[in-house]
Nanobody, 124 residues
Framework: QVQLVESGGGLVQAGGSLRLSCAAS????????MGWFRQAPGKERAFVASISRSGGSTDFADSVKGRFTISRDNAKKTVYLQMSSLKPEDTAVYYC?????????????????WGQGTQVTVSS
């Protein structure tokens, strides 16, 4: 079982940057594919990015491609989401998630474990 705790959210001006972290408990973090999702007010939770077990493969939603990067440190049991050139439409609660499945990573139902979320607010 994996427990996930996000941190690093906050208020930032448009054009700014933030780095989110997601710390995992458990001994087998490196077995899990990790993902980031976000949920804006009144909207469904949506895929942002995913990263393979080794970190060698990543995927991004079109809306964040070129602005966000995802990385992981298996020794620290942590996954990161570096967000740059932030826009007001990036405002959302950001969640990290973990799955043992290496496929369908853009789907919420693929993921077995979720963090509690961290708020990101981008002001214009």
């Amino acid at each position: 079982q994996v427990q996930l705790v996000e941190s690093g959210g906050g208020l930032v001006q448009a054009g700014g940057s933030l780095r989110l972290s997601c710390a995992a408990s458990g001994r087998t973090f490196s077995n899990y594919v990790m993902g980031w999702f976000r949920q804006a007010p009144g909207k469904e939770r949506a895929f942002v990015a995913s990263i393979s077990r080794s970190g060698g493969s990543t995927d991004f939603a079109d809306s964040v491609k070129g602005r966000f990067t995802i990385s992981r440190d298996n020794a620290k049991k942590t996954v990161y989401l570096q967000m740059s050139s932030l826009k007001p439409e990036d405002t959302a609660v950001y969640y990290c998630a973990a799955t043992l499945k290496p496929y369908d990573l853009r789907w919420l139902v693929t993921y077995d474990y979720w963090g509690q979320g961290t708020q990101v607010t981008v002001s214009s």
